[in-house]
């Protein structure tokens, strides 16, 4: 059976209507007009295979029958439908992507029920906590989040023009950062409701499509019709959150003097610009802005490490050997690795991609990706998957070696690597909304109630006592006052 009938959401353009895709529906909600209450049509969050995302949007003649089909969380197969590449001025998007698609009368939605290539549950586009301050002016996207729940106040109920409201005030953190969360009446309801399900601790959640606000100069995030919350879902990212949360150094303890000098920014380079660098820059880093044009599927796409000495073996007489300790490893731990050519208007370079950028860009482990292969029956095929950087911008972190500075390398390895639009720190808001939006917004403020204004979560005067608190003893004062830290820029060149 061929496993390549269907076009990847990443090459799909405006030429041509004719597309087949399949993809697992994540999200789907309705689009209201907030000021006439009129209903616009439905938004749809799908991704495929490689867990490319898009946003597909559903007029509202096309409604009734898209209704009583999609489903999230089903696969799907859509044929014949249009591809059209963002404005640029549009706001609240909650994909990260330039082009959407949008259906017509001659699209066909199929669910899927035969056998294909694996699809993950679920995709996600993470920030970490530490970015929302820099998004809390920035009307263009929505963002997605993962945090362990420290605290959940009790439910604030208030009286507004009549009609009874309430939101649910709770605390989330990384361990570096904790922010504010504010859930809105029934989505308030439904957190508190599936909250009451679960008896693992800590509760780890995830958040997608949230909105950074700001309210009485407080950071909070809140919620959109785009939203939806995740509990203790298994995913990769939140076994390495649980996993990473039950080290006793998981919150960040160090306080920064306001004295200290702020790290310095980075560098942003041209390639010939990288490639005229002397001496004095060997073990520092530097960053540039580069598109990828090729992954090279000759080599190989991860590296075998001995599990104890923790350096790459060699093949030996068949075997894998470690040249440090001489054990013989059956089945040593494996990292992905992917070797890249980069440019931009002044050069071309090599580039090496590490492991745990790679990890968190596609949201798989290697053993997972294996797998999805032994299951494709693609043998020993270039996985599909890490094709992901082809054609795309990315700010690379560059670690500038003896090897590149000295000896004459001109393979460089990345530290960190963002996709463009994913910097937190080199967001252009645009000043002007849109009259419609693709969605209604809940509220970009705290609703004011008959107290004089909904209070903060950790502030406020009407609870009597926290619905739950996780807390690590030996941690006490950390959670109480939260380190202060730096704020580390990139910038665009």
């Given at each position: 059976?061929?496993?390549?009938?269907?076009?990847?959401?990443?090459?799909?353009?405006?030429?041509?209507?004719?597309?087949?895709?399949?993809?697992?529906?994540?999200?789907?909600?309705?689009?209201?007009?907030?000021?006439?209450?009129?209903?616009?049509?439905?938004?749809?969050?799908?991704?495929?295979?490689?867990?490319?995302?898009?946003?597909?949007?559903?007029?509202?003649?096309?409604?009734?029958?898209?209704?009583?089909?999609?489903?999230?969380?089903?696969?799907?197969?859509?044929?014949?439908?249009?591809?059209?590449?963002?404005?640029?001025?549009?706001?609240?998007?909650?994909?990260?992507?330039?082009?959407?698609?949008?259906?017509?009368n001659e699209t066909k939605i199929e669910k899927d029920t035969g056998l294909g290539l694996k699809i993950a549950p679920y995709s996600f586009d993470f920030y970490t906590l530490q970015c929302m301050d820099g998004l809390k002016n920035d009307n263009r996207f929505l963002t997605d989040v993962i945090g362990v729940i420290e605290n959940i106040e009790d439910k604030v109920v208030y009286m507004k023009d009549g009609v009874e409201k309430s939101h649910v005030p709770l605390t989330i953190t990384d361990g570096r950062t904790s922010i504010n969360v504010t859930f809105f009446n029934e989505f308030g309801d439904k957190f508190l409701e599936e909250i009451d399900t679960i008896a693992e601790r800590p509760l780890i959640v995830i958040i997608t499509s949230a909105k950074a606000s700001e309210y009485?100069?407080?950071?909070?995030?809140?919620?959109?019709?785009?939203?939806?919350?995740?509990?203790n879902i298994d995913h990769p990212s939140v076994h390495k959150l649980r996993k990473r949360y039950g080290q006793p150094n998981f919150y960040t303890k160090k306080d920064i003097s306001k004295d200290e000098e702020p790290e310095p920014v980075l560098p942003t380079m041209k390639i010939s610009e990288l490639k005229k660098l002397t001496e004095d820059y060997i073990e520092k880093r530097v960053i540039c802005m580069l598109n990828v044009k090729k992954v090279d599927e000759k080599m190989n796409w991860y590296i075998c490490y001995c599990t104890q000495c923790d350096i790459e073996v060699l093949t030996v007489d068949g075997v894998y050997k470690c040249t440090q300790c001489s054990r013989v490893m059956p089945y040593p731990d494996k990292r992905f690795q992917l070797y890249t050519l980069c440019s931009d208007e002044t050069g071309i370079i090599p580039v090496i991609w590490p492991n745990e950028e790679i990890v968190r860009l596609i949201g798989k482990e290697i053993y997972e990706v294996e797998l999805d292969i032994e299951e494709s029956g693609e043998g020993d095929k270039f996985p599909q998957l890490l094709k992901f950087p082809l054609k795309k911008n990315y700010n690379f972190t560059i670690a500038l070696t003896k090897e590149n500075l000295k000896e004459g390398s001109k393979v460089y390895k990345a530290l960190q690597i963002y996709e463009v639009m994913d910097v937190c720190a080199t967001h252009s808001p645009k000043q002007q909304q849109n009259?419609?939006?693709?969605?209604?917004?809940?509220?970009?403020?705290?609703?004011?109630?008959?107290k004089g204004g909904s209070p903060q979560t950790g502030n406020s005067t009407n609870k009597t006592r926290p619905r739950f608190m996780v807390e690590k003893e030996s941690e006490k004062e950390v959670n109480e006052h939260p380190p202060k830290l730096k704020n580390i820029k990139q910038e665009k060149p």
């Open positions: 059976m061929s496993f390549n009938k269907y076009e990847s959401l990443s090459r799909l353009d405006d030429s041509r209507e004719d597309w087949v895709i399949r993809v697992r529906a994540q999200t789907l909600w309705k689009s209201i007009n907030k000021k006439t209450g009129e209903f616009k049509g439905y938004n749809l969050i799908a991704f495929d295979d490689s867990s490319e995302r898009i946003h597909a949007y559903i007029s509202a003649q096309l409604s009734a029958v898209v209704a009583d089909v999609l489903k999230e969380g089903e696969i799907y197969i859509f044929q014949n439908f249009k591809v059209a590449h963002y404005n640029g001025d549009e706001t609240n998007r909650a994909v990260r992507n330039v082009k959407h698609i949008y259906f017509s009485n100069k407080q950071l909070y995030l809140t919620h959109f019709p785009a939203t939806r919350f995740y509990l009259e419609i939006q693709a969605q209604t917004e809940v509220t970009n403020v705290l609703e004011n109630h008959s």
